[in-house]
Each structure stands twice: as structure tokens, then as C-alpha cells.
T-cell receptor, first 111, second 116 residues
Framework: GQQLNQSPQSMFIQEGEDVSMNCTSS?????WLWYKQDPGEGPVLLIA?????ELTSNGRLTAQFGITRKDSFLNISASIPSDVGIYFC???????????FGAGTRLFVKA | GAVVSQHPSWVICKSGTSVKIECRSL??????MFWYRQFPKQSLMLMAT?????????EQGVEKDKFLINHASLTLSTLTVTSAHPEDSSFYIC????????????FGPGTRLTVL
């Protein structure tokens, strides 16, 4: 079945550093989604991408939909302690197909 | 917009009892809702896809008689864990896909189930 490879699994960074994480797949998606999950809570949608090559920002977050439609990355600039959490990528297709989630990237930010 | 609620946020029950968890889309209609299970420090595990007015589609390995799903309206889906056992203790999260609009899922805050 469809799978997403999300990397890295975890990151330990210093406050103020930039962060980059990515997802790759052997399958094509027409939607890429990035979520953040805080401990004990449900994931929250950060950025949604709908077109190959699309680059979208949300504050300090920037995500891109890979031109091949098989990958996406998320960048966080100037990290702060509240960026700590688990970041999930997800690939989806229209037509009722289920969305596939990556295994998550755990981000730790040291003040 | 796109708010999903879950109730209860946490529940503790005795082994052998049944527990119902509600998932509501508060400001949009959702023909499709999803139920996930998440173990500590692990990713989201899709349990089933719930479609309004029809039977849920369960993922391989998920017992449909143990995890009963009902999607009675465009804004409400319920998950009932029947005859719960300690191994059913987990964090259960629902999500909803809007009837209209982009192909996105919005998650509820999750329900922490502890079975004693």
C-alpha cells in the first residue's frame, strides 16, 4: 500500500535555529498536508498544499509541494520553545481516498 | 472554522465495560470521519473510516465488533469500545473531512481511555 517516509524521526535543536523536515513517497498525491501535535492533544493543521511546485508560508513555517508530487518539505525558521511537538506530513487524493500519514518528526527545542 | 470536538476528553473504566466516544464537527458538515488510535510516542494508526449513512470501513486487524462505529449524521460519529480491556487503553483521535472544499482533515482533541 501507499506509504510515506518522513525524516528525520527526531531533531534536537537550539532556540533560534532553522529546522527542515521532509516526506517522500513512491506514490503520487494531489494534496500534501502538514500537522503539528502537542502532547495530549489532537494534530492541528499547519499548512495545506494542492499544486505541484506550490510553496506556502504560515508565519515562520514554509512548506513546498514537490514538483514530482511524491514529496514535500516543511521548514521552520528561527525556532522557539513552543515549536516543540510532533510534526506529521500527510498525503491525500481527492475522490474519497484515505489520507496517508507519515510517522512523524519529534522536534525538541532547547532554550 | 473547521473545529472538531471530542467527548469525553478522558475516561477511566473498569475492564468489561463499554465506552462511547463522540466526535462532532462543530462548524462544517463531514460526510467522512476517521478514527485513529495513538500509542505513546508513536504515530497515528487509522482504525476505521466512517461514512455518514453507511457502514464503517475498518482497517486490517481492527475488530469491527469490538470497536463499533456509528455515523448517524453529517456532524456526528461515535466510537464504542465494547467489553474494554486494559490493552484497549490508548489515545483515540477522530478527524473529519469537510463535505465541501479541499481534501483536508481536521482533528479532534483526542480522548484518553484508561481501562483498569
Amino acid at each position: 500500500g501507499q506509504q510515506l517516509n518522513q525524516s528525520p524521526q527526531s531533531m534536537f535543536i537550539q532556540e533560534g535555529e532553522d529546522v527542515s523536515m521532509n516526506c517522500t513517497s513512491s506514490s503520487i498525491f494531489n494534496t500534501w498536508l502538514w500537522y503539528k501535535q502537542d502532547p495530549g492533544e489532537g494534530p492541528v493543521l499547519l499548512i495545506a498544499l494542492y499544486k505541484a511546485g506550490e510553496l506556502t508560508s504560515n508565519g515562520r513555517l514554509t512548506a513546498q509541494f514537490g514538483i514530482t508530487r511524491k514529496d514535500s518539505f516543511l521548514n521552520i525558521s528561527a525556532s522557539i520553545p513552543s515549536d516543540v511537538g510532533i510534526y506529521f506530513c500527510a498525503g491525500g487524493n481527492t475522490g474519497g481516498f484515505k489520507t496517508i500519514f507519515g510517522a512523524g518528526t519529534r522536534l525538541f527545542v532547547k532554550a | 472554522g473547521a473545529v472538531v470536538s471530542q467527548h469525553p476528553s478522558w475516561v477511566i473504566c473498569k475492564s468489561g465495560t463499554s465506552v462511547k466516544i463522540e466526535c462532532r464537527s462543530l462548524d462544517f458538515q463531514a460526510t467522512t470521519m476517521f478514527w485513529y488510535r495513538q500509542f505513546p510516542k508513536q504515530s497515528l494508526m487509522l482504525m476505521a473510516t466512517s461514512n455518514e449513512g453507511s457502514k464503517a470501513t475498518y482497517e486490517q486487524g481492527v475488530e469491527k465488533d469490538k470497536f463499533l462505529i456509528n455515523h448517524a449524521s453529517l456532524t456526528l460519529s461515535t466510537l464504542t469500545v465494547t467489553s474494554a480491556h486494559p490493552e484497549d487503553s490508548s489515545f483515540y483521535i477522530c478527524s473529519a473531512r469537510p463535505f465541501r472544499g479541499p481534501n483536508e482533515q481536521f482533528f479532534g482533541p483526542g480522548t484518553r481511555l484508561t481501562v483498569l
